[in-house]
C-alpha cells in the first residue's frame, strides 16, 4: 500500500482559485498545504486564456500562473499534478480524499474544481474533429497544436467569442460563428433576438462598438428584434471574427471524422429557411455551450445544492466567506458559479482568509483581512472585463441566504 | 506529407521548449513532444480517431481536452486504458486505439 | 414549428438517441432518474457528466412545470477512472 499523506490544508483543483488560495495561506502560516490537480501541469484554466485589457496591454494567463506557482514553490506548497480525486469522506477531525496516488488526510478542504462545459448536441457531434470549445482553447493555447486548420464553431456567447479571438491569434482559420439549430436541446441564445440580448449584456468586453453603445441603448429601448432583423445574413466581422447571427450549424458531416458543416439561414426567431442549407468544408468543429460549475465532489460529500441559473447550474451551498454547511469544507472558483478568473483568484484569496481565521490562529488579526477581502471579490466582479451574467449579485445573496436558514 | 498542426510562432505565447521523442500509433512510428499528452502529439500527426465505440464501432477522437468525457480512451502499453489528453507522452510508448469490443462480450448481434 | 432533430446522439458514451429519450418519456418515464433507468442515458463512461445537463434541459422543455429540483441524479464513488491497482495502492 502506498502511505497515506497528511496534511493541514489539501486544495483540489490547481488553478487560479486554488493556486491563489495556496499562496496566501502559506504566505502567511507555518501551515501544510497541498495542491492537487488531473491536469498534468498546474494552472487549470489561467493556462489557455488571454485577452486585451481596456488599456490595450494583454492578460496573459500563462504569465499569471507562472507567477503563483513561484510564489506557492518559495512558500514550500507542494503541487502535486496527474493525480485525480474518485472519492471523499468525512472524518471526526478531517476529510479523507481517495486519490489515484493514494488517500491523503487533512484537516481543512477546499474544493476549487472550476467548470466544466455544457454541450450541444448537433447531428454528427460525435465525430473525431468535433470537440468542446474549451479542448479547442487547450490544444490552441495550452499545447499550441491547432485544432486543425479550418473550422466552425457553434453557439455564440462569451465564451465562444473570447476563444474565437484567441484562436484566430494562433493562426488559425474560422469561417463562422453561428448558431446551433433551435431544438429541444437549445439554450437561451438560440435565436438571434435571445443571442444579440446576450451580446448586448457584454458590457466593456463587447466584441464591437455598436454592441456596446449600440447594445446599451438596444437594451434599453428593446430593439432586439429589429436588430435581429436587420443583421446581415452573410454575417458581420467584429474582432475579425465571422459571427452570423442569422445561420445555425444543422448538421456535422464526414465518414470517419469531420470533413464539412451544413449550415442554414434562420428567422430572427430561430426557424430555419427552407432552401438556404449549404455545405461547407472544414476540418474541425468546435462546440460552445457555455459553463457550469463542476461540483461532484460536494456531491458526493453531502452538500446541499441550490440550482442557480444566473451562476451556471446547480451550486453547493456556502456563505459570503466560502465556507460550505459541512465542517471544514470551503469552495472558491467557478464551482460557486462561473464568472472570469481574475474573480476566482480573488476568492482564492478569500477562502485562504476563510481558513486562517476559522482555525483560530490570531483571530483579530484574521477578522480584517477577512472582511478586506470580501470587499475586494466584489470590486473584481464589479470591474471585470467580462461580465458573465448581470445578476451575479443578487442570485449568490440566495445562496448566502439559504446557508443561514440551513445553519 | 501534410504540416504539422503545431503553432510554431505564436505571437503571444511564444514556444514550446520541449525535447522530440518518438513513439508508435497503431504499430506506426511517429514523433511528438515529451511530456505532452498523448492525444496533442496525435494531433499534431492530423491523428484524430483515437478511439471506436465498443459497441457501435463508431470513430470518436478527443472532445473535452481536459479529462472530463473519457471519450479519448486508448491503449496504452503496459497500462490498459488511459486519457489521451491527460496523460504524458514518453519516449518509447506504444499506444493503440481503444477498440470495438467483440460480440461475444457486447452481446450485440449484427444486423 | 421548431426544427425538431431527435434522431441524432444524446449520450455519447451510451449512444442514447433524442429518440429514445422521446420513446421512454411516452412510456412513462418523466424524471432524469426515470429517464437514466430506461435508456442510460447519463450511465457511461463519463458519468454524465456530459449528457446530464442535456437531460435534464430536455425535461424541462418537455415539462414547463417540472421543478428542477426535483429527484436530482445522484453522485457516487469513484467519480474518476481508477485502476484495480491504484484502489491496491500501486504507482
Redesign the interface.
Known amino acids: 500500500m502506498s502511505e497515506v499523506q497528511q496534511t493541514d490544508l489539501l486544495i483540489v483543483g490547481a488553478g487560479p482559485a486554488g493556486l491563489s488560495a495556496a499562496a496566501t495561506i502559506s504566505a502567511d502560516r507555518d501551515f501544510r498545504v497541498m495542491v492537487i490537480d488531473e491536469f498534468p501541469e498546474p494552472g487549470g484554466r489561467l493556462l489557455g486564456q488571454f485577452h486585451e485589457e481596456r488599456n490595450h496591454s494583454w492578460w496573459i494567463g500563462k504569465i499569471v500562473a507562472a507567477d503563483l506557482i513561484i510564489q506557492n514553490t518559495l512558500a514550500g506548497v507542494m503541487i502535486q499534478c496527474g493525480v485525480s480525486v474518485y472519492g471523499l469522506e468525512l472524518l471526526p477531525d478531517g476529510w479523507r480524499v481517495l486519490t489515484s496516488k493514494g488517500d491523503i488526510r487533512t484537516k481543512y478542504l477546499l474544493l476549487a474544481t472550476g467548470a466544466a462545459e455544457v454541450p450541444m448536441p448537433i447531428s454528427g457531434w460525435t465525430l473525431p474533429g468535433v470537440m468542446s470549445i474549451g479542448a479547442a482553447q487547450v490544444m490552441a493555447n495550452v499545447h499550441q497544436v491547432k485544432p486543425g486548420e479550418r473550422g466552425y464553431i457553434v453557439g455564440v456567447n462569451v465564451l465562444s467569442l473570447a476563444i474565437a479571438k484567441e484562436l484566430v491569434v494562433a493562426g488559425i482559420e474560422i469561417e463562422g460563428i453561428a448558431l446551433p439549430p433551435d431544438d429541444l436541446f437549445a439554450m437561451e441564445e438560440t435565436n438571434p433576438v435571445a443571442a444579440i440580448e446576450l451580446l448586448t449584456r457584454l458590457s466593456d468586453a463587447a466584441p464591437a462598438p455598436w454592441m456596446r453603445w449600440g447594445g446599451k441603448l438596444a437594451q434599453k429601448m428593446k430593439l432586439s428584434r429589429l436588430i435581429a432583423s436587420c443583421f446581415p445574413k452573410k454575417g458581420v466581422k467584429v474582432w475579425d471574427l465571422p459571427l452570423q447571427l442569422r445561420t445555425a450549424l444543422v448538421s456535422i458531416q464526414g465518414v470517419d471524422q469531420v470533413e464539412s458543416v451544413i449550415v442554414a439561414d434562420v428567422t430572427r426567431s430561430g426557424e430555419i429557411i427552407e432552401g438556404s442549407q449549404r455545405e461547407i468544408e472544414v476540418d474541425f468543429v468546435a462546440i460552445a455551450g457555455g459553463l457550469y460549475p463542476l461540483a461532484e465532489l460536494a456531491a458526493l460529500a453531502g452538500c446541499p445544492f441550490l440550482y442557480v441559473s444566473e451562476l451556471g447550474g446547480n451550486i453547493p451551498v456556502h456563505n459570503e466567506r466560502l465556507k460550505t454547511t459541512l465542517p471544514n469544507l470551503y469552495v472558491a472558483g467557478n464551482i460557486t458559479g462561473v464568472e472570469g478568473a481574475q474573480v476566482a483568484m480573488a476568492q482564492g484569496r478569500l477562502a485562504a482568509h476563510s481558513i486562517s481565521y476559522d482555525a483560530g490562529w490570531f483571530a483579530c488579526e484574521e477578522e480584517p483581512k477577512l472582511l478586506d477581502a470580501i470587499a475586494e471579490v466584489k470590486e473584481v466582479r464589479r470591474s471585470a472585463m467580462i461580465q458573465f451574467h448581470p445578476e451575479i449579485d443578487s442570485a449568490r445573496k440566495r445562496i448566502y441566504e439559504l446557508f443561514e436558514h440551513w445553519m | 506529407m501534410r504540416k504539422s498542426?503545431?503553432?510554431n510562432h505564436?505571437?503571444?505565447?511564444g514556444e514550446?521548449d520541449k525535447k522530440v521523442i518518438s513513439f508508435t500509433y497503431n504499430g506506426e512510428k511517429l514523433q511528438g513532444l515529451e511530456?505532452?499528452?498523448i492525444a496533442?502529439a496525435l494531433?499534431?500527426n492530423h491523428i484524430?480517431?483515437?478511439r471506436r465505440?465498443e459497441?457501435?464501432g463508431?470513430?470518436?477522437?478527443?472532445?473535452?481536452?481536459?479529462?472530463?468525457?473519457?471519450?479519448c480512451?486508448v491503449e496504452l502499453l503496459g497500462k490498459?486504458?488511459v486519457?489521451a489528453?491527460?496523460t504524458?507522452l514518453k519516449e518509447g510508448m506504444e499506444i493503440r486505439e481503444g477498440s470495438r469490443l467483440p460480440n461475444a462480450i457486447t452481446g450485440r448481434v449484427d444486423s | 414549428m421548431r426544427h425538431v432533430n431527435e434522431g441524432y446522439i444524446v449520450c455519447r458514451c451510451e449512444e442514447v438517441t433524442g429518440k429514445q429519450l422521446e420513446d421512454a418519456y411516452l412510456l412513462g418515464a418523466i424524471t432524469s432518474r426515470q429517464l437514466k433507468m430506461k435508456t442510460r442515458a447519463t450511465m457511461g463512461a463519463c458519468q454524465g457528466r456530459v449528457c446530464r445537463q442535456l437531460v435534464n434541459l430536455w425535461l424541462s422543455k418537455k415539462d414547463q412545470c417540472a421543478d428542477k429540483g426535483v429527484e436530482p441524479l445522484s453522485y457516487r464513488t469513484p467519480i474518476r477512472l481508477v485502476t484495480f491497482g491504484e484502489l491496491a495502492g500501486e504507482e
Open positions: 498542426l503545431r503553432i505564436h505571437p503571444l505565447l514550446m511530456g505532452e499528452p496533442v494531433l499534431a484524430r480517431i483515437l465505440h459497441e457501435s463508431s470513430a470518436r477522437g478527443l472532445y473535452c481536452g481536459i479529462g472530463h468525457c473519457m471519450e480512451r490498459g486504458q486519457r489528453c491527460l504524458p
